[in-house]
């Protein structure tokens, strides 16, 4: 029966911490709009079983006046109410009080981060519990502890049983960060979910998408689709594609259920499970989002790693590359560049291209197109104008597979050398058909200005200028 809900009021924070569950930093999506959250504690109140409202994130006090007016409502709704933040808004005590006194009578209980997972030197906890106590708020702290090896051995020895975990788990971002270095056993040795109760949960989270976590990135209906009576009241776990297999024997069941490609060494039953729930997203995509909960840092911003993939990041999913020739996959090949380049007539090697009139390959998962190369062979050689792989489809081997086709048809005609043209700022390109046996051999200087008539800014916030002319010979490659 459930009795709280959590509101993630954003996925917005001004931190990005190591051990975060859904990806909140600066960057991050996602807020709810006043009419959503209007409309969630309308269907909340319809529930008589709920009691207590948290509002989160993210940062919830980034939005604050739309905190402010949420908790109104459900204060008079008669719920209990909490709110955890990371207190970034106590820098002084007077700037305490003034974020805390309007909230007086209002809160049962303000937990606040406070440890050296979420601040360095700053940690503004101080101020606000002095203002807290000042106007009598109730007020917690969660104070969480770098993981170490003796910390992970000694939860191994208890298993202990806690709803939300005690102190890091590993699921979300800290799946990435934190788990170098400490010990690992078997994934067959994780045979149950020891922090939620998914057969009689107590507690969801509620993202601004509408989406229902039973755990982060775990989703058992939508608040804006279906009435969360409803949702709550025909939950039934025996019948969700992910839940089931967890219930019956833990994570590791979950991945013998899909014989996922993962039976390696993790930290904690989470480390498996959100290992397993990344390689099943594709498969059941309604009940793994949204895709900011799995997301990789890689594809964050600056944080892109270039031509290696840490092992905690790799992923892996089953996937065809074909011939593009229904007219479903060229529109899709064209729509694609449309929304990356915003054109598909091309000025390279002092020529023009039309995107829908080359030749090219398609790549597809269960029946979604996630990428594809375009390539027109010209007298004894090729050019490729292209390779593109959805982002959220890249590191799987889609790209590589791609080009090996376009290869094989340069050897298959006994074409002298492929040509490709990667701008300056894009990095990950350049980087990725080096080491796939490409050498430069050619530089356009400011071909991109002259093209967009000024220089635009590429990849990584770099001025989009010149032209790289990159070659492969498949004879060389034959002969070594
Ligand atoms: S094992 Fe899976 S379902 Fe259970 S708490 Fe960990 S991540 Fe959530």
Redo the contacts with the bound molecule.
């Keep these: 029966m459930i009795k709280q809900i959590h509101i993630l009021l954003t996925y917005k924070c001004i931190l990005e911490c190591d051990h975060c569950f859904v990806f909140s930093s600066p960057n991050a999506e996602g807020v709810f709009t006043f009419e959503n959250l209007k409309e969630l504690l309308y269907q909340i109140k319809r529930i008589k079983s709920i009691d207590t409202v948290y509002f989160e994130g993210g940062e919830p006090f980034l939005y604050y006046p739309l905190m402010v007016k949420g908790i109104e409502i459900a204060k008079n709704m008669g719920l209990k109410v909490g709110i955890v933040t990371n207190a970034y808004w106590a820098i002084t005590p007077e700037d305490a009080k003034i974020y805390l006194e309007p909230l007086k009578d209002k809160i049962d209980d303000l937990s606040i981060s406070s440890d050296k997972l979420h601040w360095d030197e700053e940690d503004y906890a101080q101020n606000a519990i002095k203002a807290a106590k000042e106007f009598n708020i109730p007020y917690s702290v969660i104070s969480l502890e770098v993981p170490t090896p003796q910390m992970i051995k000694k939860r191994w020895k208890e298993k202990k049983k806690t709803i939300g975990?005690e102190g890091v788990?590993f699921?979300g971002r800290a799946v990435y960060r934190l788990s170098q270095g400490l010990p690992k056993k078997v994934w067959h040795e994780?045979t149950?979910?020891?922090?939620?109760d998914?057969e009689n949960p107590e507690r969801v989270h509620i993202d601004p998408y509408g989406n229902i976590h039973?755990?982060?990135?775990?989703i058992i209906g939508n608040f804006l689709k279906n009435e969360l009576k409803e949702i709550f009241e025909s939950y039934n776990p025996k019948s969700h594609p992910?839940?089931k297999p967890?219930i019956k024997g833990?994570?590791a069941e979950?991945v013998k259920e899909y014989n996922l490609d993962c039976k390696g060494e993790y930290i904690?039953?989470?480390h498996?499970?959100?290992t397993a729930?990344k390689m099943l997203m594709s498969k059941f995509k309604q009940f793994l989002c949204p895709e900011n909960m799995y997301f990789d840092p890689a594809f964050q911003g600056n944080k892109f790693f270039i031509g290696y993939i840490p092992a905690e990041m790799k992923r892996e999913v089953k996937f065809d590359i074909k011939e593009i020739s229904e007219k479903d996959e060229r529109e899709f090949v064209i729509n694609m560049l449309k929304d990356i380049f915003g054109e598909i007539e091309f000025f390279e090697f002092n020529k023009w291209y039309n995107a829908g009139e080359l030749d090219g390959f398609i790549g597809v998962v269960e029946k979604e197109y996630v990428g594809f190369a375009l390539y027109k062979i010209e007298d004894n050689f090729m050019t490729l104008l292209t390779i593109n792989v959805k982002e959220n489809y890249r590191r799987m081997g889609i790209g590589s597979a791609l080009l090996d086709k376009v290869k094989e048809v340069a050897k298959k005609n006994g074409l002298r050398f492929i040509r490709v043209p990667v701008s300056n700022d894009d990095l990950i390109s350049y980087v990725f058909y080096l080491k796939n046996g490409f050498k430069l051999y050619d530089v356009d200087i400011g071909l991109c200005e002259r093209r967009h008539g000024k220089e635009l800014k590429g990849f990584f916030g770099l001025p989009l200028r010149d032209e790289f002319y990159l070659k492969w010979e498949p004879r060389r490659e034959i002969k070594k």
């Design positions: 975990g788990i699921k994780f149950e979910c020891l922090y939620e998914l039973i755990c982060q990135g775990i992910i839940i967890i833990g994570p979950l904690d039953c989470c498996l499970c959100f729930r």
